[in-house]
């Protein structure tokens, strides 16, 4: 199959294009200056003046999605020892967490002196949704150039009850861990629209509705009451698009922290069981691999080497990991 010269996007990827060197459209409409040294500490410097307005004098500063992957992990320890913020990390157990990182997050969260809060649905629930998702296709196609339909469902009830728990305490930030390939520079300090946020939450919440009842979900999601008050919407920030992304450098500084690498998990997920079946399902219904479009963005930036970024998708999931989800769902 033939892959872009300068990133690894494949020839199946929607909309691509190549030059007459190989060279895809979306590398080719890149600006690296937009995400430049001057750019990243733009908003570095933006995120710096907005904790110093916003710093909590009792209750917490910062509401970080933690996973208990390597990016949630530093990013987490960012927040409490480069910023100096008062957080509590929140974890969604979506019943397929490695045991490992539950270790790891006990590890880290002890290390750093951060209060944890665990949310775990109903399994029942959850496994309703990831079934339903493995075998339809509940989202746009646009979407599904990002991410895989079973990720989407958890990643989107991840957001809407870390938003949901920010609103309720009063938080003024949530942090993520966004990879620099998973979201822009340009979204890494942002105020959270709460008209796009009824948005996006109507395009999740409807197939999960339609696949559980709508009472099985709407207590994840922001209620009416809460979008009446847009003032108290908190920031988003995601500190690894604006500070330099070293793998190898965060696991290193994650070990410093009790953290070990999970040996159960995929190549692309240091967290999760479920995430091989999910891209073992992306790439049989679409093609291409569901990590493809972060993989590139990471290597067009040079947050990744091409050859790294090709062993991550260009292998074959590992089958006990894919039958291991599998039966879980649709025999178990």
Request: charged share 20%; hydrophobic share 40%.
């Amino acid at each position: 199959m033939k892959l872009c010269s300068r990133c690894i996007l494949p020839e199946n990827f929607p909309g691509i294009s190549f030059d007459e060197q190989g060279v895809c459209n979306y590398c080719r409409a890149y600006k690296a200056d937009a995400a430049g040294p001057a750019a990243r500490k733009h908003y570095e410097d933006k995120f710096l003046a907005l904790a110093d307005e916003h710093r909590s004098t009792q209750g917490y500063d910062v509401l970080m999605a933690y996973s208990g992957g390597k990016d949630s992990t530093y990013t987490l320890d960012l927040f409490v020892n480069r910023y100096g913020l008062r957080v509590l990390a929140l974890t969604f157990d979506n019943t397929f967490i490695s045991a490992r990182s539950f270790v790891n997050m006990n590890c880290v969260t002890k290390a750093l002196g951060v209060d944890h809060l665990i949310i775990r649905p109903n399994p029942a629930t959850l496994e309703k949704i990831f079934r339903a998702a493995s075998v339809k296709k509940l989202y746009s196609s646009k979407a599904m150039e990002r991410a895989s339909t079973i990720c989407t469902s958890c990643i989107g009830l991840v957001k809407a009850v870390t938003l949901r728990t920010a609103l309720e305490k009063g938080i003024p930030f949530v942090g993520f861990g966004w990879s620099p390939g998973q979201a822009p520079l340009q979204a890494s300090v942002m105020r959270t629209n709460p008209g796009m946020v009824r948005m996006t939450q109507k395009a999740i919440s409807g197939p999960l509705s339609s696949i559980t009842g709508d009472a099985a979900v709407a207590r994840y999601f922001v209620t009416e009451e809460q979008f009446s008050h847009p003032d108290r919407f908190p920031w988003n920030i995601h500190p690894l698009a604006f500070l330099e992304y070293d793998e190898d450098r965060i696991i290193a500084r994650n070990r410093v922290l009790g953290w070990e690498k999970p040996q159960d998990t995929d190549a692309n997920s240091t967290n999760c069981l479920l995430n091989a079946y999910a891209n073992d399902v992306h790439v049989r219904q679409y093609g291409f691999h569901p990590y493809v479009w972060e993989i590139a963005n990471m290597v067009r930036s040079g947050a990744m080497t091409r050859e790294k970024g090709s062993e991550k998708f260009e292998q074959a999931e590992n089958p006990e990991l894919v039958a291991y989800a599998r039966n879980r769902l649709l025999e178990g």
